[in-house]
């Protein structure tokens, strides 16, 4: 029974063991991940700092780029625990088989002894010949030759243990240099993200004195937000009822109050969308084929002053110059909107769900058009101070999502 509950243990761990190794895969993944969205985002921090059009914007760039070394810091601690798990786990294999060894070997210089002591062929006879009947030296026989089968296979399995050991020894030892290696990169990250934090200190208090100014210029820049979010409101509430008038049409029957101007009423085909869409809650591709998120959702405090609140109803998603908005998922485009004479967005419906595409120089489709996942939608506008930026929202009918929980590790 202790053997068995032994088995059950090994198996347990055993399993836990490739359970981490694959999590210890995606998290190196998502810290190569997290290294090239460090490195975009220098690339541009550098860009605009030659420009010196605005500290502000370098101030952005760089508390992104802080938040980003707080990431890659925050994996690289997981790596290091879950390695520290399996280095636990293995150690305790390494001493149950040295426990199991200790026993095999001890029972196999017993065997050895025994062996030793009636090793002649002629007590080996006298064994045979001394039974009192033909039964029992055929069962003295059989005894014979299965305590050499046995010792065979005891030497055998020792063998077997010892090399599995050595195995486990093996791996435990490059974990440990897996270890030491993982806690130098956390040691350098931490001392270049303090690094970044004092020059990020250093810009906030060489523009204080422009306090007003810039606060100013910042409320200007969010009520023009506003304003464009409540255009778009408008054009979500107009898909809505085109939407339920069509539904109306299709099912007379239906009473009148069921269609609403914030919700949307799913015929039997848009209802199939809308759940193929929500169950890719999180596994969606990014409305951009590579960026970094340089302004996340929701009402946050200004990176300069932070008794200044932004209001965000999505994300913004810094690019390369150039770079085009994607869908994130197939629908129809309900809307191609001119919200300035420089700034085009891109309305698709998912079934009772939609997707805005802001800040694009050009379109490259129209309103009706059936599009697909990662096509093509527009050429995403760079603003003066060399920023390439697309604003990007998720909405479920007239209320707007987070979409950090609906992109791929975002």
Request: proline share 2%.
């Amino acid at each position: 029974m202790p053997r068995f509950i032994l088995s059950l243990i090994f198996l347990s761990m055993t399993s836990l063991m490739w359970g981490q190794d694959s999590q210890q895969e995606k998290l190196e993944k998502r810290k190569a991940e997290i290294q090239q969205e460090i490195l975009a985002n220098e690339k541009l921090l550098q860009t605009v700092k030659k420009k010196e059009k605005s500290a502000v914007n370098v101030i952005i760039l760089q508390s992104n780029k802080i938040k980003l070394k707080e990431k890659l810091i925050h994996t690289t601690e997981k790596q290091t625990r879950i390695l520290g798990n399996d280095m636990y786990i293995n150690q305790m294999k390494i001493n149950k088989l040295n426990k199991e060894l200790a026993i095999l070997k001890e029972d196999y210089a017993k065997m050895i002894v025994k062996s030793y002591k009636s090793r002649s062929e002629q007590s080996r006879a006298m064994f045979l010949l001394s039974s009192e009947n033909f039964l029992q030296a055929y069962k003295r026989a059989q005894y014979m030759k299965q305590y050499t089968s046995y010792r065979k296979i005891q030497g055998e399995e020792i063998k077997t243990k010892t090399d599995e050991l050595l195995g486990y020894n093996e791996r435990l030892n490059i974990q440990k240099a897996a270890k030491k290696k993982l806690l130098a990169e956390n040691t350098k990250e931490k001392l270049s993200l303090e690094k970044e934090k004092r020059e990020q200190l250093k810009l906030v208090n060489a523009i204080k004195k422009d306090k007003k100014k810039i606060i100013a210029s910042i409320k200007k820049k969010q009520q023009e937000s506003r304003a464009i979010d409540r255009q778009i409101d408008r054009l979500i509430r107009e898909a809505i009822a085109e939407a339920n008038r069509k539904a109306a049409i299709a099912n007379p029957n239906a009473p009148v109050a069921t269609y609403t101007s914030s919700r949307i009423v799913l015929t039997a085909e848009s209802k199939i969308l809308a759940d193929n869409f929500r169950a890719n809650r999180g596994k969606l591709p990014w409305p951009v084929e590579k960026g970094f998120v340089s302004l996340g959702y929701g009402d946050q405090a200004h990176p300069v002053y932070p008794s200044l609140v932004i209001h965000n109803s999505g994300v913004e998603i810094t690019t390369d110059q150039g770079s085009t908005a994607r869908a994130v998922f197939g629908g129809e485009v309900t809307s191609v909107i001119v919200l300035s004479p420089v700034n085009k967005a891109v309305m698709i419906q998912h079934g009772d769900c939609f997707t805005v595409y802001q800040n694009l120089s050009s379109v490259f489709v129209s309103k009706g058009d059936k599009v697909n996942i990662k096509q093509s939608l527009g050429k995403i506008r760079t603003n003066g101070e060399g920023k390439t930026v697309l604003k990007f929202t998720i909405s479920q009918n007239t209320t707007y999502n987070n979409p950090a929980s609906w992109l791929y590790n975002m």
